[in-house]
């Protein structure tokens, strides 16, 4: 099984972009902008809510509410 860092911060940026500072000091901007055209990240368009991300899981997830969350290796291997 392979595992990934933890996450360590978030940070809001222009452009619906996040970036995250995993555990080992590795920074990763990851573009939200292509989640937002499918459920349930569409109510992420709110810049409002988007603003809401936050840690979440012990470091294993970036959310923003109950329903709409984005694991560690989704950001870790998708973001740049």
């Not at 990240?41 to 979440?56: G, Y």
């Amino acid at each position: 099984m392979i595992t990934y860092p933890k996450i360590k911060s978030v940070k809001i940026l222009d452009n619906n972009c996040l970036e995250v500072i995993f555990e080992e000091n590795t920074k990763k901007i990851y573009d939200c902008t292509p989640l937002l055209k499918e459920e349930p990240f569409t109510a992420l368009k709110d810049r409002a809510l988007f603003k809401n991300a936050h840690i979440e899981c012990g470091g294993y997830a970036i959310a923003w509410n109950d329903y709409i969350d984005l694991s560690e290796s989704e950001i870790w291997i998708n973001g740049r």
